[in-house]
T-cell receptor
Framework: GESVGLHLPTLSVQEGDNSIINCAYS??????FIWYKQESGKGPQFIID?????DKRQGQRVTVLLNKTVKHLSLQIAATQPGDSAVYFC???????????FGKGTRLSVIA | GAGVSQSPSNKVTEKGKDVELRCDPI?????LYWYRQRLGQGLEFLIY????????KSGLPSDRFSAERTGESVSTLTIQRTQQEDSAVYLC??????????????FGPGTRLTVT
């Protein structure tokens, strides 16, 4: 069946550096992707989304890149801050009445 | 405005007992979802509701799990004869609509269930 996975389960970065979190998806029919951030003891929080007709979208300090050729999604965080420490999930949705499918998550640790 | 709320925040129960978890979605959100998250794991889809349509129960792991929703309001997830493997955080989310249009799910804080 469809699956969404991540290349790296953990990522440690120095404060101020840029972070890149990767995600691979297997369902070529997926047309919508979201990145969520989950802090300890809280529910996931929306960060940024992208549709399949785009290959890049920028938010505040975050950029999502979509490469449909290799079915790869990435989240870039500029000037990483201690408050960015959390688990990051990518999620995909394909057309039709199906819910989001979440990946396993990557834990980002920011070293002050 | 108010976000998605869930109760209780923590629940400890003995193996074999039934539990009910509650979710109050954001007002006006027609779609509601339940997920399970085991410690250190990703989100496992359980069930979703969309308006008055029949719910998608394809993610429920066994017939011990069931959920109800009254109209477009509160939902309850019931786990009967709980097992230790049911220990997890149960997350609820809602969204404005569920269709081929793009949407964002808003999550509640979750209910941490511990089965002893």
């Amino acid at each position: 069946g469809e699956s969404v996975g991540l290349h790296l389960p953990t990522l440690s970065v120095q404060e101020g550096d840029n972070s890149i979190i990767n995600c691979a998806y297997s369902n070529s029919a997926s047309d919508y992707f979201i990145w969520y951030k989950q802090e300890s003891g809280k529910g996931p929080q929306f960060i940024i989304d992208i549709r399949s007709n785009m290959d890049k979208r920028q938010g505040q300090r975050v950029t999502v890149l979509l490469n449909k050729t290799v079915k790869h999604l990435s989240l870039q965080i500029a000037a990483t801050q201690p408050g960015d420490s959390a688990v990051y999930f990518c999620a995909e949705k394909n057309s039709g009445n199906t819910p989001l499918v979440f990946g396993k998550g990557t834990r980002l640790s920011v070293i002050a | 405005g108010a976000g998605v709320s869930q109760s209780p925040s923590n629940k400890v129960t003995e193996k074999g007992k039934d539990v009910e978890l509650r979710c109050d979605p954001i007002s006006g959100h027609t779609a509601l979802y339940w997920y399970r998250q085991r410690l250190g794991q990703g989100l496992e889809f359980l069930i979703y509701f969309q308006g008055n349509s029949a719910p998608d129960k394809s993610g429920l792991p066994s017939d011990r799990f069931s959920a109800e929703r009254t109209g477009e309001s509160v939902s309850t997830l019931t786990i009967q004869r709980t097992q230790q493997e049911d220990s997890a955080v149960y997350l609820c989310a809602s969204s404005r609509r569920f269709s081929t249009a793009y949407y964002e799910q808003y999550f509640g804080p979750g209910t941490r269930l511990t089965v002893t």
